[in-house]
């Protein structure tokens, strides 16, 4: 992801250096025919830092620069020199550029939703190939050929790379496990509990080291930086250099959400419920993005936590064996929760990196939105500058602004190590604690108590198959007196990818297999579940029953008579429920 980060020149956003946003072009060259003659001169205030970009003033000349006055940017504004002319004509041709990425990306969702459904590896692919192409040429085209500006459209630099990395990185995994944590806690104040009880699932144990690969690959060097350097680095940086920061911030936030529109209803087919969860989680992670980049003004901080992200989604998480079922408000309540407390994580530990490193030359009691903050008095003041000066003399605070103030390249490496810190540790500790969902998660049912003891033990398991895969799932760990096994297994078929199809139905099939060798076995079916059930003339001792879960087929998408000759799409698998109740013999 950091890879991009090589010596930079100054030219178009990118920064050199350690400067304080002057350039080497800023000092007048020697005139021609002789050497510079240097004549004492009585000493000239120094000008303070001047805004580029910025909307000119009345009786100002058009130099796309504009007179002293507060920097919310520290030192690190947005890439432009031209002047920007009519601020709001200015901010109409962004969301023009905006709506041209959209229907981009609209025709590239429709192609690849028909086309590559179901192919997890070709859908990769194409996204690692077109989707930076197709983000990052909109904005590229409009800087160079419509706005005649140099270099490119977003804020490249060295300064607080490491630092903005780090605290996104603690940001992205305290979110994670804070996430995971509260979600089961949430349904249990709204007085909901799901079957099974609770347990960490690492999916990723299923599957391969491609697979693995590739979803990293995906979410860290193409999701997180290309969305980022899109919606922070450009829409929403110029945005700012026409309007007070907190314009740009909104006005991106809400395009950052509107731009998953062709995701939403072309790919998950959200209804008007699930694109009212859109909002509930994208807009709160989108304005946190925005304060966090505006105070770091580093965009790899923003683009480290979108990635990990995304790729923290599928490795794993935390809930019941089967959820229980939520209205819609519900699902809204708990996904608007849950994205306050991403928004508060997110924006508190940037505070802190905001006043310990990125503050830069932005006026004191400021917050980095060009306002001056009022500055808290009394005890709360005392306590708080307490703290800062508190955490500037930790070796670690002081640590980690030796690194931001390094050569590039040990910056580049102390930010990856960070980030891969991140990665293994979570694979490590998920592969340790987690659980694979479908493979030996037991949970015992029937009743509790004395006497003659519970009568049945319920196993419940969900897992996935691929077509002609055999999935083996086994169940009991101690010596179980049997009278008899009832074992049933559910799936359901996918729904037809939209009217010009029609979806083939998926075929099942169940064995059972006893400590002595006996084999049950269930008529294949692809009616949506397959059953197998057994009674034994006496009490039969075994301490485990072998069941095999069976995909035989899975049937295609394949396409009505068409003129334009759509292809079959290949059902590749399909989920499953298992239930096995197990009757033992009444001890008493």
Known sequence: MLSPLLPFHHAGGIDLGEDDGRAARDVPPAPSGGPLEVTPAPAAPRPAPVVPGAPTLPGQAPTGRTPPGPDPWGGLPPPGERPIGDRRLFVLELVGVFLVWFAMWFVYRYITAELVRGSDFLFSLLSIILAPTLTLLPPILWWRWRRRERGLPFLLTRRHLFSSVALASVAALLFAVANNLLYPVLMLAMGLKGDGGVHLFAPWRAQTLDWLLTQTFLYMIIVGPVEELFNRGFLMDQTNRAFKPWVGIGLSSVLFVLGHVPIDFLVYRVDLWGWAGRWASSLPFALAMGI????????????????????????????????????NGQAILILLALSVMEFLIIVGIGYVGYRLWWKGSRPAGSLGFGARATSLRGSVGRSLAGAWAFLRKRPV??????????????????????????????????????????ISIIVQGGGGGGGGGSSTL???????????????????????????????????????????????????????????????????????????????????????????????????????????????????????????????ADEG
């Open 397 to 438: 605070i002081r640590y980690m602004e030796r690194i931001d103030r390094a050569s590039l390249p040990v910056r580049q490496t102390m930010s990856l190590a960070v980030i891969a810190v991140v990665l293994l540790g979570t694979l490590g500790v998920t592969a340790v604690l987690g659980v694979v969902p479908g």
């Open 292 to 327: 966090y980049y505006q105070w770091c003004r580093n965009i790899w901080g923003p683009a480290v936590y979108h990635g990990l992200y995304d790729w923290f989604l599928g490795i794993f998480w935390i809930g019941y064996m089967q959820d229980p079922m939520l209205t």
């Open 458 to 584: 319920t196993f419940n398991d969900t897992g996935h198959a691929t077509e002609g895969e055999t999935v083996e799932l086994d169940y009991g760990d101690a010596p179980m007196q049997v009278v008899g096994i009832n074992a049933m297994v559910m799936w359901t078929d996918e729904a037809a990818i939209n009217r010009r199809y029609t979806n083939l139905p998926d075929t099942f099939s169940l064995e059972l297999t006893l400590p002595d060798g006996t084999s049950l076995v269930a008529d294949e079916s692809d009616s949506g579940s397959v059953q197998v059930s057994w009674t034994a003339e006496q009490p039969v001792e075994m301490d485990q029953v072998v069941a095999l879960v069976t995909a035989v087929s899975c049937g295609d998408q394949v396409p009505l008579i068409n003129p334009l000759g759509l292809r079959v799409q290949d059902d590749t698998g399909n989920d499953f429920h298992i239930t096995v109740e197990v009757r033992l």
